[in-house]
């Protein structure tokens, strides 16, 4: 299971261990190059490292060069698209309608290159379902709580 980047990782993992039964992602990106921007790509190649501003938590996150070289060294077995595909498991694609920061679409292409995926479109939740870090409420808010007992559903389904 992972959440955004997160997500496209669980994919890849799942598309190469076969110990993975279930997969289930949360508002993922549908590329490794997804952060890889022109301008991004000659700031990280100059500086060995470039900021992505999270508007959400208001902090700049560090890419390292490191991260792009992997991307452009193992195409192949970074491949989302490819890792997707090939995937004979369960697959949950849950995505909030109203996420700010990953595009919705990224969840319907996903499910087009999985067509047995199944899809779950949280109304109204962002990119965190409603969550943040560091979370320190009693109780997880509404949105996040759907999401996490749906995905624990998903996972509990044999």
Known sequence: MGHSRGGALAILKAGEEERV?????????????????????????KNG??????????QNLPLY????????LHP??????????????????????????????FMNRLQEWQARAETL???GAGHTFGA???????????????LVDKTIAFFQEW
């Not at 490292?49 to 208001?58: A, C, D, E, F, S």
């Not at 490819?82 to 109203?98: E, M, N, Q, T, Y």
Request: charge should be negative; charged fraction near 25%; glycine fraction near 2%.
């Open 21 to 45: 039964k279930k997969l289930a992602t949360w508002a993922s990106i549908k590329s490794t190059r997804h952060f890889w921007t022109p301008q991004n790509i000659e700031e990280v190649s």
């Open 49 to 58: 490292v470039v900021y992505y501003y999270n508007g959400r938590t208001q």
């Open 65 to 72: 060069y490191a991260y792009y070289e992997d991307v452009l």
């Open 76 to 105: 192949e077995r970074l491949d989302v698209e490819k890792a997707i595909k090939r995937l004979a498991i369960p697959v949950l694609l849950a995505h909030g309608d109203a996420d700010e920061s990953i595009p919705i679409a």
């Open 121 to 123: 479109v949280v109304a």
């Open 132 to 146: 943040y870090h560091p979370f320190s409420e009693p109780e997880l808010p509404p949105l996040a709580r759907l």
